[in-house]
């Protein structure tokens, strides 16, 4: 009998789940989602070995790389940013992730949607001086890219 | 029953007309009742016919030889014959009906649980086979409950005919045999704690496991006019008999809402049972309880 009980109050007690397009509050221990800024990105790749989600790709090209990456297929576990000695990636918000009420994962309806390219020049070691102007990042997203270098 | 009269009633009223959105509807306050007892917000109103519609939209795997045949088959049989149940339902006073058309009705009623046992073995997969032998031996066992349930409810009232059942004034007897029909209903439906032969967890839902598409869809509105078909015959023999037709076929959509919520709730509240548990549930306690009824019913007769 304590069953029909249970189901009395959830019949009057309120919904726990919510209509599209309204969504929950992401969870304390949401990381946010992966910045990537390309000015200290040195294309070491540690990054794309880390991501056992497959969400980070690089592809290393004749003084340029390129490094994409897709909010779509991330987890969110954080293992690319341990593994960043640069300090490259940076995880959505600097003291706790992102804010709790307004940035709970993404939403997008084709694989991929998400996804954003950055292409990098390569730093090269020489020993004159400046090598880090001579060689400023570029970085390329798309046309339709929100923000560039930041959290999308 | 002319033809005429006969077609009207399948394809019409109570028919496919009215059974098939009558079919959506009980299906969507199935779902909406158990969301809403689980805390859940539930599918919106015409989620069960988008679905179907979804369904409709998707392609098949192509299936060759006389087992693609049979697989595709079997849902249209299924849908024909609970389709032909509901029609056979008297909702309205004085619709037609002919002598022993209780007798038919249950045949018919029990096609699309034959259907989906021929459906899991033409599969060939395990969980399909699973499925389905779960099914035939939940069949056998609810079915003999059902049957005599039936049977008493006749024989007290000395007719098979629903329209005379519809008509004829409630005894004891026959809320005996209404409340047996009850008992009854979750295996028949494939409901918790008899949702054996359709267990999405452990045999993700047996002899369904094969189907896609606008066979899917099929058997998706077969088991919503077996929701139709099997509570509008409960709802025919509990109903009292009213001549005003839009009174009598309101008491009947009542007496059937009730029981889908009935029945959700019973869903909700349970978890499923075992194979053994179920059988012995319907052989040991219900064989009793329907017996007794059968017996009653006969006693009743000599004395009358």
């Known amino acids: 009998m304590n069953i029909l009980t249970m189901l009395w109050k959830n019949l009057w007690g309120g919904n726990r789940t919510t209509l599209f397009p309204a969504r929950p509050k992401v969870s304390a221990g949401y990381r946010g989602l992966v910045e990537f800024d390309p000015e200290l990105c040195t294309g070491c790749a540690i990054c794309k070995f880390r991501c056992t989600a497959r969400a980070i790709e690089f592809k290393a090209g004749k003084g340029e790389f390129t490094w994409s990456y897709d909010p779509g297929q991330c987890t969110f576990c954080g293992r690319c940013v341990e593994g960043c000695a640069e300090h490259a990636l940076k995880e959505g918000h600097t003291e706790h992730a992102l804010s709790q009420e307004s940035a709970p994962p993404p939403i997008y309806f084709r694989s991929g949607e998400l996804k954003h390219a950055y292409t990098v020049k390569r730093k090269t070691t020489v020993k004159a001086a400046a090598p880090q102007q001579a060689n400023a990042p570029s970085p390329s997203p798309p046309a339709n890219s929100p923000a560039p270098g930041g959290t999308q | ?304």
């Open chain 2, 1 to 304: 029953m002319n033809l005429t009269t006969a077609l009207a009633r399948l394809l019409i009223f109570p028919g496919l007309l009215f059974a098939i959105p009558a079919a959506w509807f009980f299906l969507w306050v199935e779902r909406k009742s158990v969301a809403l007892m689980q805390g859940r917000v539930g599918p919106p109103f015409m989620q069960p016919f988008f679905d179907f519609i979804k369904l409709l939209g998707k392609t098949t795997p192509p299936r060759s030889g006389v087992g693609g045949l049979l697989m595709r088959a079997w849902p249209l049989i299924a849908v024909s014959a609970a389709a032909g149940a509901v029609g056979l339902l008297p909702v309205l006073p004085s619709s037609g009906g002919f002598e022993g058309d209780l007798i038919l009705l249950l045949a018919l009623l029990e096609l699309p649980s034959m259907c989906i046992i021929a459906a899991g073995f033409s599969s060939r997969s395990i969980f399909g086979e699973i499925g389905s032998a779960r099914e035939a031996v939940l069949s056998v066992a609810y079915n003999v409950v059902f049957l005599l349930a039936i049977v008493s409810i006749a024989a007290a009232q000395h007719t098979f005919r629903l329209e005379s059942l519809a008509a004829l004034p409630a005894t004891p007897m026959r809320w005996l045999g209404v409340l047996a029909l009850l008992v009854c209903l979750p295996a028949k439906l494939h409901l918790n704690p008899f949702s054996l032969p359709n267990a999405e967890q452990e045999i993700y839902s047996g002899p369904m496991v094969e189907y896609a598409g606008p066979e899917l869809a099929m058997w998706e509105l077969s088991h919503g006019l077996e929701w139709v078909a099997a509570t509008g015959l409960v709802a025919t023999l509990a109903a009292p008999y009213i001549t005003l037709w839009w009174l009598a076929a309101l008491v009947f959509v009542g007496i059937m809402v009730a029981i889908v919520l009935a029945l959700s709730t019973l869903a909700s509240a349970t978890a499923r049972l075992a194979i053994d548990t179920t059988v012995r549930f319907y052989w040991q306690c219900t064989l009793i309880f329907a017996v007794l009824a059968v017996s009653s019913a006969l006693f009743m007769r000599l004395r009358s």
